[in-house]
């Protein structure tokens, strides 16, 4: 199995560089299904609130010690620190809206297989230097985007809205992912560090929602203990593993890994029996990971080939 690997040199020291990534994804494919659990019970805007409070909440006790120099070193790149804001909003306020209109797979489908073209996208000086790579991507895109309705079994508006919002998730995703590599290379930060910094409009903007709503906030301890959880396994975990995989292997890399997700989803929801498929549909989903796969060789085969000209 490792032979072929190597012959791209990706040996089995080259895939341990990536644990990382690939425990991230094992672990955001679980926490998805728990985060669309709890946006059947709890509001979105509350939701989000609460669960990335607490991510932030936790990451800030980490870095109590030295918080006074990572707030100075973050002011020193104003722009890009509101820029990771924003996006992280944008991300994170509409995967949970997202999620209620359709499935955790259908939004991973969307937001896992275009993520690399929206990476892409937002380095399109790289274009005449990379047509194939972008080509690639756009049909992967293009491909998560017709899977996605196709196994959704919601009406044709609430697919049209899971959809865009999934989409628009994606793209400030990729945008944070891009901001967030020039904050560490400036910074020095650790991506610990960083995440103690990142939610800061969430809270504003969702705190202030869910705080001028009436009864908003009383939960029940199933609600506490459900958004709790996603907390620490949808955002603690599973965002300091992706920051390090950031640091580690730059943006674009990280990128390639996450399309793994939807399949293992699908494998988790069908395990847990919260969702059946159909032959087609397992198909369907199966192909497009195979697709996406093929994707991330022919992406490493090209570099191999470059280091080697």
């Not at 997202?98 to 499935?103: A, K, L, R």
């Not at 904050?183 to 705080?211: D, E, M, N, W």
């Not at 396994?233 to 390090?244: A, R």
Request: charged share 10%; glycine share 4%; proline share 3%.
């Amino acid at each position: 199995m490792f032979q072929h690997f190597e012959k791209y040199n990706l040996s089995k020291h080259a895939l341990f560089k990536y644990k990382e990534i690939i425990i991230f994804c094992i672990i955001s494919s679980v926490s998805s299904i728990l985060m669309a659990e709890a946006v059947k019970t709890v509001n979105p805007i509350t939701s989000t609130f609460i669960t990335f409070s607490l991510t932030a909440l936790i990451f800030i006790l980490l870095n109590i010690n030295n918080f006074r120099p990572i707030i100075v070193a973050s002011f020193q790149q104003r722009l890009t620190l509101l820029q990771i804001n924003l996006t992280t909003l944008a991300n994170t306020l509409l995967a949970f809206v997202g999620m209620t209109y359709v499935s955790p797979l259908v939004y991973g489908i969307i937001f896992f297989g275009c993520l690399p073209f929206f990476n892409n996208a937002l380095q399109w000086r790289l274009f005449a230097n990379n047509k194939s790579s972008y080509t690639f991507n756009l049909v992967s895109c293009l491909s998560a985007i017709f899977i996605a309705g196709y196994i959704s079994d919601q009406t044709m508006i609430a697919n049209t809205q899971g959809i865009s919002y999934a989409l628009i998730s994606c793209f400030s995703a990729a945008l944070y992912m891009l901001r967030s590599e020039y904050f560490h290379r400036k910074t020095g930060l650790t991506p610990s560090q960083i995440l103690s910094v990142r939610f800061y409009l969430v809270i504003l903007i969702c705190g202030g929602y869910a705080l001028l709503q009436p009864n908003t906030l009383i939960l029940n301890s199933n609600e506490w203990l459900m958004l709790s959880g996603a907390a620490i396994t949808g955002s603690v975990i599973p965002l300091f593993l992706m920051q390090v995989a950031i640091k580690k292997l730059g943006a674009a890399v990280t990128a390639q890994f996450m399309p793994s997700i939807p399949v293992l989803c699908m494998t988790f929801l069908t395990a847990l029996g919260i969702a059946q498929f159909s032959g087609l549909e397992i198909l369907a989903i199966v192909s497009f990971s195979m697709l996406l796969i093929a994707q991330i060789r022919y992406k490493v085969h090209k570099r191999h080939v470059a280091a080697n000209a």
